[in-house]
């Protein structure tokens, strides 16, 4: 390799001319190692997946090089006789494996559909309630350095002193601030939502208050496919309006969607992502995304969302048996988030590194309250649907939790002040064996 990738990373920011000159391989060459990486790392990002060889085909296809801006039947180009075939199976089997009346599969991404919903439901200055981003919630929740929270007045919920949904500061700030739009769902949360239950609260604040009701929306992404495995409640029959992406536990291509119950939040809906936010759908992703939602359909998948949540639950489990904490206590989907500065002294950002030498992939997540600059951050947020679509199985991730917590322990010792340098390479190489032995199985 001609460069030292992980410098390169720190310093991209600096980098020169000449400097990305030295990036010598071929762009195929660097898939290849790409790909390579995917195939010898534990992929422990709660937000990523592997998709079948049908979704990556169709993202691949020629699809791409055609233009079809606006919607099936009513297109701005001509030759959109396939494009409209794809789009409309897309929407039959999205509706369908959410048992939904209508959806939008434009949008690029989960960040474009959660764009969409602000720009077409509120206005700008408008109030909106969200899940706060150290608690678990996600940036376009209301974040300040999101359009989300610079657009619109923002404030924020949480988590209690046990990590579950703090449900009376929610109602509080529902009370205090009158919002147009609250947003239910999150990006590091391990816990059941109880959809029913925040639409019985609106519902009664609304009686009380008078005036417009609140639109609620519920942004499922990251439980998405759990939903849709029918191993997580789902919330359609309760919001408003409801996004995800569509390339986490849904395991289909990057992407996002908008479903909904409702005939006039639709045509808002589809009249703000084109043209509002955004010009030609991208067809080969949408093909993908049909692809996704046909295959999330069969009793495979139900199996697979099961074994999801059987492996998280025993992952995490095994942390908290040798005395490490994990956020909130446990577990009820594909996720939880491990306090490793409590547990073994360590920094998220340096166990996310550290882990990384030895091929296992994850990232920090700050904790509730965390006393550690994001940058840093007192956790790492592990996630089991990738490795699980590899197959794996409770045994594998109990043997992982301990070479994790070994190692790390090892590292703990050989770091002085508050550098992970002085870590061994011989340490490195010890784990990185018992790492590849599981992978290898
Ligand atoms: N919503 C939630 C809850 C997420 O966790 C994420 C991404 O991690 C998004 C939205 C945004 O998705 P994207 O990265 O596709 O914009």
């Known amino acids: 390799m001609s460069v030292n990738i992980l410098k390169m990373n720190l310093r991209i920011h600096f980098l020169k001319k000449e400097e990305v ?9 660097i898939i290849e190692m790409e790909k390579n990486r995917q195939k010898e790392n534990v992929e422990l990002i709660a937000s990523e997946n592997f998709p079948s060889e049908r979704v990556l085909k169709a993202a691949g296809s020629i699809l791409t090089n055609k233009y079809a801006e606006g919607y099936s039947g009513r297109r701005y180009y001509g030759g959109c006789k ?43 200055g408008d109030v909106v309630l969200g899940m706060s981003l150290d608690a678990g919630g ?27 949904l703090d449900n009376e500061e929610f109602k509080k700030l529902l009370y205090e601030h009158n919002p147009r739009l609250i947003i239910i769902g999150a990006s590091s949360y391990s816990r059941t939502i109880d959809y029913k239950l925040y639409r019985d609260i609106i519902d009664e604040y609304a009686e009380k208050h008078g005036g417009e ?84 359909a069969k009793p495979e998948f139900k199996e697979y969302a099961k074994q999801i949540i059987k492996n998280a639950k025993a992952f995490s489990e095994e942390f908290i048996k040798n005395g490490w904490k994990v956020i909130s206590g446990g577990t009820d989907n594909h996720m939880f988030v491990l306090d490793v500065y409590t547990s073994c002294g360590l920094s998220g950002k340096d166990v996310e590194v550290l882990l990384d030498d030895i091929n296992i992939t994850l990232n920090k997540n700050q904790i509730p ?11 790492v947020r592990i996630g089991t649907p990738a490795m699980t679509t590899k197959g794996w199985k409770e045994d594998d991730f109990i043997k992982l939790a301990h070479v994790i917590m070994d190692y790390l322990k090892e590292c703990q010792k050989e770091k002085t002040g508050d550098s992970i340098d002085t870590v061994k390479e011989s340490t490195k190489e010890k784990y990185k064996k018992e790492v590849q032995i599981i992978v290898k199985k």
């Open 21 to 29: 000159l030295m990036i010598k391989e071929s762009y195929e060459e």
């Open 82 to 124: 396939y494009i409209d075939m794809i789009e409309t199976k897309a929407i039959e089997d999205v509706c369908k494996l959410f048992d939904c009346k209508y959806a939008n599969v434009q949008p690029h991404s989960g960040s474009s559909a959660n764009l969409a919903v602000y720009r077409a439901l509120i206005n700008p």
């Open 138 to 164: 996600h940036l376009t929740h209301g974040y300040k350095m999101s359009f989300s929270g610079q657009d619109y007045e923002a404030y924020s919920y949480g988590v209690d002193e046990n990590g579950y």
């Open 213 to 296: 009701k609140p639109y609620y929306m519920v942004d499922m992404a990251h439980v998405a496919g759990l939903i849709a495995g029918g191993v997580h409640p789902s919330p359609i029959p309760y919001a408003d309006v409801v996004t995800s992406t569509t390339h986490k536990t849904l395991r289909g291509p990057r992407g996002g969607i908008i479903l909904t119950n409702s005939e006039d939040i639709i045509k808002k809906i589809n009249k703000t992502v084109f043209p509002g936010i955004q010009g030609g759908p991208l067809e080969h992703i949408i093909a993908a995304k049909g692809i996704c939602f046909e295959e999330d």
């Open 369 to 379: 309250n965390d006393t550690l600059p994001p940058l840093k951050s007192s956790g």
